[in-house]
């Protein structure tokens, strides 16, 4: 209020109102005086000097107050304060329809809600069983090279193992078969063996 | 040149000599005999081929050594040859060139044989006949015992090897064994 008025015119108001007070109260202890003095036959005569004395008063009250009022332009600041009221309230009203279209635009979110979680959970499983499907076909892949090495690491061990066998029998037949051999061979097998050497000579070609 | 052309540049020298003069055996055993003196002698080879020594006192050493064999006159003439030329160090590559010169000339091949045991003359007889037919030319070979073979025999003529031991045989059936390899 103060914003609006300023302390001048707050000031003013103050001592008019206060004048207007002091006349007011002037008039009604003059009337009452009046009555006291006169009485009995003077009455209907005192009343209607009661009643011009109180629309004199009446009419000085009235003249303050309509020159206060235009000493201090209470219409315009009464004027702009409607205006300011009607801007707010236009505003207030933009904002509730604001506010309304927001509302009505959260309940159709709500209503649609359980749509897009629907919708979000129904992509969210198709790609998880993607990714499931990838996962197992990837582990599918790594199982068979995993099966596939390990069954050429047995074929290879397999191998290694003969082979070593082999040798480790081989090693010992013929450690086996020298002994005998050295044990058993008399002349005649060296004789015989050298007819043969002469054989296979003349025989190759 | 290498060292194996120049002894057999001189080796054909001397095999071309000896053809002419009938002297080649004669030659080739006092060539030998040489060789014999200078390798049981090391000191005597020095003698000869150090250089510590003077040419010519070097050389009187080789014509005093000559003179005491009584080697022919060509082969001393020959050996004066290889001095004054300084091929003195080469006379053992000489005399294995000129021994094979001759072989050549003679058709003949020399090798080994190797057998595990003793052989009797009459198998020697058997394989130098056979190898000597199968190669069109006479066999010389020189026999070693060798009782790791275990038994048969092994020749080796040239850079040819023919294998009949019974080692070769064990060791064919161990990689036989060894490649098969079912188990």
Not at chain 1, 168 to 174: A, D, I, K, N
Not at chain 2, 143 to 165: K, M, N, Y
Request: net charge positive; proline share 1%.
């Amino acid at each position: 209020m103060s914003s609006i008025f300023g302390r001048k015119k707050i000031r003013w108001s103050f001592v008019m109102a206060t004048l207007v007070t002091l006349i007011w109260c002037g008039a009604v202890l003059a009337s009452s005086g009046g009555e006291a003095a006169s009485g009995g036959q003077a009455g209907g005569i005192d009343k209607v000097k009661d009643l011009g004395l109180r629309a004199f008063n009446f009419a000085v009250l009235l003249g303050l107050l309509i020159f206060a009022c235009k000493k201090f332009k209470v219409g315009s600041l009464i004027d702009s304060r409607r205006d300011k009221i009607r801007a707010d309230l236009a505003d207030l009203e933009s904002k509730k329809r604001a506010a309304e279209q927001q509302l009505a635009s959260c309940t159709a979110k709500l209503a649609n809600l359980d749509q897009e979680v629907d919708k979000i959970l129904t992509e969210y499983n198709k790609d998880g069983e993607a990714i499931k499907a990838k996962i197992i076909r990837e582990a599918e892949i790594a199982a068979e090279r995993i099966r596939s090495d390990a069954n050429k690491i047995v074929e290879y061990e397999l191998i290694e193992a003969k082979s070593r066998l082999a040798n480790e029998l081989s090693g010992q037949v013929m450690q086996l078969a020298e002994k005998i051999i050295v044990e058993k061979l008399a002349d005649t097998d060296q004789d015989r063996l050298v007819d043969e050497y002469v054989k296979q000579i003349r025989t190759i070609q | 040149m290498t060292d194996a052309k120049v002894a057999r540049r001189y080796a054909k020298a001397l095999v071309t000599i000896g053809m002419e003069d009938g002297n080649r055996d004669l030659y080739c055993k006092e060539l030998d005999q040489f060789i014999l003196l200078l390798n049981e002698y090391p000191e005597l080879t020095g003698a000869i081929t150090n250089f510590l020594y003077s040419h010519k006192e070097r050389k009187g050493v080789l014509d005093a050594v000559a003179e005491r064999m009584g080697l022919s006159v060509t082969m001393k003439s020959f050996l004066r040859v290889l001095f004054d030329n300084g091929r003195i160090q080469f006379v053992d590559a000489v005399f294995d060139a000129y021994k094979k010169m001759l072989d050549e000339a003679d058709n003949i091949v020399r090798g080994e044989v190797r057998s595990a045991k003793k052989l009797s003359d009459s198998d020697l007889e058997k394989i130098r006949a056979a190898m000597s037919l199968r190669l069109g030319r006479q066999v010389v070979v020189k026999v070693l015992v060798e009782p790791a073979l275990i038994g048969g025999i092994v020749t080796r003529i040239g850079d040819t090897v023919w294998d009949g031991s019974v080692r070769a045989h064990l060791a064919g059936l161990r990689e036989t064994l060894q490649g098969g390899g079912e188990v």
